[in-house]
């Protein structure tokens, strides 16, 4: 019987973001409607939809071989963990995730140090006591489970809550104190797995595929044939990731350049080469690199 892996994919902020990155990386995941067990175009994976919250405790205990989800969550679970790769990518943006200390604007609280006696919501109910213990501060600390935002002032005193673009924050004319902890998802394997010859080589090369693909994201390749007088100048413009690959071309005085670059800068660049004599410009889209 052919070996499998079984794999956790967060269900929730980080579902969409996370199969977007793995169908970048080469693993189509087939959703369907409310089902939690996807197929995928590789029949060596066993996927499961869990939440991210839960998926270090199941691979710490053994039960899941590996999973992507958020260092907030799975960092509790460490010591049972292989940490194989930080992927950055959030929801939304390229940010992480902050946990923050929020009140409302007009809060007497400035620091950590006024929550002592207060009343703080969160889901991160560890997180938030870790945070209070470190600053010697006592407060009481509540569970939520969810719409955290709309308990200050009237329900709780504080909120501790997720933040990415900060547009909650600004919605609900909150202001944030601190911040506790930032995050970003990570690839991580059971350490149980990881000592299984199959399933560690199964997951290394499918971390290096993930992270070729996170690698890619916001960059172009860019070509074009060049005098050979102007190369200097063309090196000197050139944001370059690496060197970029130079190449004698068969008509004399000329060369190609290929490189890659970032791309919100091509479109003031690629106008400064043809200045520069380049032809034969052009831009593609990459979708993997291996450095
Ligand atoms: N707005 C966000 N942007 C980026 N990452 C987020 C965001 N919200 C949550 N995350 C990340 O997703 C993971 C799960 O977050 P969280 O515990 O808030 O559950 P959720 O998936 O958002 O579901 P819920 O609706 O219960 O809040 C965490 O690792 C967290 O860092
Ligand atoms: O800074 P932003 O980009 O606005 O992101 C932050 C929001 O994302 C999370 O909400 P979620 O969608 O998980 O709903 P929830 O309130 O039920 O947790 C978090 O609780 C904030 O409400
Ligand atoms: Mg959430």
Not at 25 to 53: H, K, T, W
Not at 100 to 111: A, F, G, K, M, Y
Not at 185 to 200: I, L, N
Request: charged share 25%.
């Amino acid at each position: 019987m052919s070996q499998k892996l079984k794999i956790a994919l967060p269900k929730g902020s980080l579902q969409n973001p996370t199969i977007q990155l793995l169908e970048q990386a080469g693993f189509n995941v087939y959703m369907s409607d409310r089902g939690l067990r996807p197929n995928s175009n590789d029949g060596e994976l066993d996927i499961y939809l869990i939440r991210a919250q839960e998926i270090g405790r199941y691979m710490a205990e053994g039960f899941i071989d590996c999973g992507i989800t958020g260092y907030d969550w799975a960092s509790a679970h460490e010591e049972n963990l292989v940490d194989l790769a930080e992927l950055p990518y959030s929801r939304a943006t390229v940010r992480p995730t902050k946990w923050v200390l929020v009140v409302p604007e007009d809060s007497p609280i400035q620091s950590v140090q006024d929550l002592e006696g207060k009343r703080i919501a969160t889901e991160g109910v560890e997180i938030t006591q870790n945070y209070l213990k470190h600053n010697g501060v006592n407060a009481h600390v509540e569970y939520s489970w969810g719409a955290t935002e709309v308990k200050v002032p009237d329900l709780v005193d504080a909120i501790v809550d997720v933040t990415e673009t900060g547009s909650s924050i600004r919605a609900n004319n909150l202001r944030i104190v601190d911040t506790l902890l930032t995050s970003f998802p990570h690839f991580y394997s059971s350490k149980q797995a990881y000592s299984d010859e199959w399933k560690k080589a199964k997951m290394d090369r499918m971390v290096l595929m993930v992270k070729a693909a996170l690698e890619a994201r916001g960059k172009v390749g860019l070509k074009m044939n060049l005098p050979e007088k102007s190369l200097q100048e063309v090196i000197e413009k050139l944001p370059s990731l690496r060197r970029p690959t130079i190449a004698r071309l068969a008509e004399d005085g000329w060369v190609a350049i290929e490189t890659i670059i970032e791309d919100k800068v091509a479109r003031h660049l690629i106008p400064d080469l043809k200045e520069l004599g380049a032809e034969g410009i052009i831009e593609y889209p990459l979708t993997k690199i291996v450095p």
